[in-house]
C-alpha cells in the first residue's frame, strides 16, 4: 500500500533556530516527491519538487533532501522565522512522467514558531 | 502570478442543506482535482477530471457528493444533503497534465462548517 508518514507530528521551536522535518514513503513507481507548506486555513503552496535522480533542492532558506534508496526525504529549514509557522506536507507522485498518477499525502507536521 | 480560484472562503450551512463550492483553475491547466482536508488530516482526493471527464472518483460519496465541469473549465463541488461530517476545507487543484510529473497549484480553500 502507498504510504507516507511524517514525523515528528508537530514541532515547537524558538525564533532562529534550525529545525528539521522527516518524510518516508512507501510509493511505487515512484515519480516525484513534494513539500508543501501550508499556512492555517489556507491551501498548501509547494516549497520545493524532487524527482528521482535529485537529492538536493533549495528554495530560501527551505532545503530538501532525498534518498531514494532508503525512501526517506527531509525538509531542512534554517534560522526560523515567526511566518515559517505551518504545516508541512510531504506529497508523494506515484506514477510515470505523463501519465495520471496519484499523489500520497502525508498528514503533515505542524511548526510552531516562538519569539 | 496565477492562481486557482476558489469560492466562497467560508461556509456554514444547517444539517440536511445544499451546498455548493466553485472553483477556476490555473487557465490552460487541463486538469483538476477536488480535495477534502479534515483538520491535522492531509488533503484526501475526491475526484479529479481531465478536461471535462472525471477520470477517479472512487472516494466520492455519490450519494450526496457531486461534481462537474461542463465546459472543461471551472468546477462546481455539491454537497446534498450536508452533514456534521462534512465539515471540512474543500481544496481545488489544477496541474498542466497528468499527475506524474507536472506541478500542482492549489486553491486557498473553501472552509465548510456544517451546524
Known amino acids: 500500500k502507498n504510504q507516507v508518514e511524517q514525523s515528528p507530528q508537530s514541532l515547537i521551536i524558538l525564533e532562529g533556530k534550525n529545525c528539521t522535518l522527516q518524510c518516508n514513503y512507501t510509493v511505487s513507481p515512484f515519480s516525484n516527491l513534494r513539500w508543501y507548506k501550508q499556512d492555517t486555513g489556507r491551501g498548501p503552496v509547494s516549497l520545493t519538487i524532487?524527482?528521482?535522480?535529485?537529492n538536493t533542492k533549495s528554495n530560501g532558506r527551505y532545503t530538501a533532501t532525498l534518498d531514494a534508496d532508503t525512501k526517506q526525504s527531509s525538509l531542512h529549514i534554517t534560522a526560523s522565522q515567526l511566518s515559517d509557522s505551518a504545516s508541512y506536507i510531504c506529497v508523494v507522485s506515484a506514477g510515470y512522467g505523463g501519465s495520471q498518477g496519484n499523489l500520497i499525502f502525508g498528514k503533515g507536521t505542524k511548526l510552531s514558531v516562538k519569539p | 502570478e496565477a492562481e486557482v480560484a476558489q469560492s466562497p472562503r467560508y461556509k456554514i450551512t444547517e444539517k440536511s442543506q445544499a451546498v455548493a463550492f466553485w472553483c477556476d483553475p490555473i487557465?490552460?491547466?487541463?486538469?483538476l482535482y477536488w480535495y477534502r482536508q479534515i483538520l491535522g488530516q492531509g488533503p484526501e482526493l475526491l475526484v479529479q477530471?481531465?478536461?471535462?471527464?472525471?477520470?477517479?472518483d472512487s472516494q466520492l460519496p455519490k450519494d450526496r457528493f457531486s461534481a462537474e465541469r461542463l465546459k472543461g473549465v471551472d468546477s462546481t463541488l455539491k454537497i446534498q444533503p450536508a452533514e456534521l461530517g462534512d465539515s471540512a476545507m474543500y481544496l481545488c487543484a489544477s496541474s498542466p497534465g497528468g499527475s506524474g510529473f507536472y506541478g500542482y497549484t492549489f486553491g486557498s480553500g473553501t472552509r465548510l462548517t456544517v451546524v
Open positions: 524532487m524527482t528521482f535522480s535529485e
Open positions: 487557465s490552460g491547466h487541463a486538469t
Open positions: 477530471f481531465q478536461d471535462e471527464s472525471v477520470v477517479d
